[in-house]
């Protein structure tokens, strides 16, 4: 069973930096087709921040090129992402998630909040 357990969030000034987890269990990171991060603010729509392909292509969001870094760590089956020059319109829940074979997994959330 796959399961995905974010870390990392929290409060932090407009820019700062923080970095978020993503522990996978069940199966390996890069047998993913696509494992990345997604962010939901409040009344807003979920959207894609950052995504990492099996082959380590990576796809970031507009809003967060050059600020945002999606990596991976084999070892410790975890994938991260590194936020600096955070602004408050990054304030969200950030979401990890996950797919293979058209099924879609995700994590439990957590906060990053940035204040001004």
């Known amino acids: 069973q796959v399961q995905l357990v974010e870390s990392g969030g929290g409060l932090v000034q407009a820019g700062g930096s923080l970095r978020l987890s993503c522990a996978a269990s069940?199966?390996?990171?890069?047998?993913?087709?696509?494992i990345g991060w997604y962010r939901q603010a409040p009344g807003k729509q979920r959207e894609m921040v950052a995504t990492?392909?099996?082959?380590?292509?990576?796809n970031y969001a507009d809003p967060v090129k050059g600020r945002f870094t999606i990596s991976r760590d084999n070892a410790k089956n975890t994938v991260y992402l590194q936020m600096s020059s955070l602004k408050p319109e990054d304030t969200a829940v950030y979401y990890c998630?996950?797919?293979?074979?058209?099924?879609?997994?995700w994590g439990q959330g957590t906060q990053v909040t940035v204040s001004s």
């Open positions: 990492l392909s099996s082959g380590d292509s990576t």
């Open positions: 069940g199966r390996s990171t890069r047998s993913f087709d696509n």
């Open positions: 998630n996950a797919e293979k074979y058209g099924s879609s997994y």
